[in-house]
């Protein structure tokens, strides 16, 4: 049985080398690739300006808990939409990988959907890749702490952004918590708290559509009363 377990882990081990690029199957470095496109808003019917989009270089890998998978190596170049969503540049290959993808640079008033990296297939030609995001409203939460016991108050908001911001620890006075929002949503605003026992309770309140892109101040006042 142990000779038996031994090749399999021999077998599968030779398995997994064939699952993973070595510097052989490396593109050579100073490939030129044109990628262009434009970035649109088609929730507002907007175009996505000042967008910052990476090129980056992963290669094939192996690991025992997820099997093959892109590993990153290194970004490579970017770009910035301009006023009107459209990007056009050239990138080179690095000469450390074998797959090259574009993906947004992380912009709290934009939305990005769940769309992750986005494989180049046209290397050493052009490619043309569109891209479908939404403008967030940012909104300025101002709370007023009327004497509220059993601090820090975990705060949290579902969008797209900013699932949850900073505990609030003081227990009275002002504080100001800043995110962003679909500007067409409803949205709900949590805080919690523990009491001594380590019951859990929450307040909510509703935050209205903005229906707008501009900057909006919400301001809401939060007593004991308010948990349940």
């Given at each position: 049985?142990?000779?038996?377990?031994?090749?399999?882990?021999?077998?599968?081990?030779?398995?997994?080398?064939?699952?993973?690029?070595?510097?052989?199957?490396?593109?050579?470095?100073?490939?030129?690739?044109?990628?262009?496109?434009?970035?649109?808003?088609?929730?507002n019917n907007l175009p996505v300006s000042n967008q910052k989009l990476v090129i980056a270089e992963y290669q094939r890998d192996f690991r025992f808990d997820g099997?093959?998978?892109?590993?990153?190596?290194?970004?490579?170049?970017s770009t910035?939409?301009?006023?009107?969503?459209n990007f056009d540049f050239i990138f080179e290959t690095g000469g450390m990988g074998t797959k090259y993808k574009i993906y947004p640079r992380h912009n709290p008033s934009i939305w990005t959907g769940y769309e992750g990296a986005r494989d180049i297939e046209n290397i050493g030609d052009e490619e043309q890749a569109d891209f479908n995001y939404s403008h967030l409203t940012r909104f300025t939460l101002i709370i007023n702490i009327d004497n509220v016991d059993f601090a820090p108050f975990p705060i949290s908001i579902f969008s797209s952004q900013n699932y949850n911001?900073?505990?609030?620890?003081?227990?009275?006075?002002?504080?100001e918590?800043?995110?962003?929002?679909?500007?067409?949503?409803?949205?709900?605003?949590f805080i919690g708290r523990t009491?001594?026992?380590?019951?859990?309770q929450t307040a909510t309140f509703?935050?209205?559509?903005?229906n707008s892109l501009e900057?909006?101040?919400f301001e809401v006042t939060l007593t004991n009363d308010d948990f349940e």
């Open positions: 049985m142990k000779k038996i377990l031994t090749y399999s882990l021999i077998c599968l081990l030779f398995m997994n080398m064939k699952c993973e690029d070595t510097e052989e199957d490396y593109l050579p470095a100073g490939i030129e690739t044109r990628v262009y496109g434009n970035i649109y808003d088609s929730f099997g093959v998978y892109d590993a990153f190596v290194q970004e490579l170049d910035i939409s301009d006023a009107n969503g911001t900073e505990d609030i620890i003081e227990s009275n006075g002002i504080v918590r800043v995110v962003y929002l679909f500007p067409n949503s409803d949205e709900t605003l009491l001594d026992n380590g019951t859990r509703s935050v209205p559509a903005s900057d909006i101040i």
